[in-house]
């Protein structure tokens, strides 16, 4: 997440071109698109998981994503600086900011909108070449401005890893159970049964996540791929998804998911990824720093 990335990077970090210690290849990623709802235009802002692919993630079936690499927030400052000392202050007030310099807009916006605080800029995509793709401006959009674009922070962006099977919480209330007979004939089962669920569910109600971490390494043993969602992840959209994001605790969840970590066996901790493991503390407190994130709405 890309709160683990901003936990991560140090003060000597000042290009474009430099990492966190966070952050594995490729290059962490937006990928930004745009709806328009009925007239309303609306930015939907996707944040993506695993930190060894595509971070943050921005998608729709009906636009091709914008895709930009993510900046620190030390290089996104000396970036703009850069580009304000070169184009002069009155750049941040046009729509051709939007297009010749996307990598530090749409950073822009994703921090502004992280920090919950209001700003003109998110208007300046309604008017930008590259968001209409060189064709003429909507009528809809020719009188509107930021208080007319919606934007929202997603926690994931299941179409992105399409391939190794649906996040638990997209199925949670729509997954019925398979026959007998068809689970005998699966001979790969992309995702977990709702029995499963329900099983994993429990125990998370009764603070024990030993047990569905240890359901979800017997789940991706038998199947093909040699990655998979992040437990951690999976885990805790499940338990916002069918318990209620309010009765979560999400530093509760950190804690219970930490003291299960350090029950695991090693044979079980050998078969971890990178973000199955417990956020750092670093990452906990990046996360507390920033807006919270919202979850896709389940299948219907």
Known sequence: MLTSLIAGFQPKLATMKEKGEHIDSPEPMFYTSLEDDEGAPSLLADESAPLTEDLSTLSTAKAQPIIVPYLSPLVLRKELENGLDHDGDTCLTEPSFVDEHPIIYWN??????????????????????SVNKGQAVPKAWATADFKHVVIRTMWDAPSLQDDLGKPMYLLWRHSPEPSSLVRALLTEQQTLSLSQMKMIVNYIQQDNLVVPIKIMLAHHSKRKHTRHRSIYRDILYLAFTACGRDRIDHLTFDREYRLAFKQLLVKHRSRLQNDDLPPSTSVIWSRRMLKELELATPLS
């Open 108 to 129: 822009l916006v994703w921090y502004i909108k992280r920090l919950d605080a209001c700003s003109h800029l998110n208007g300046l995509m309604l008017n930008s070449k």
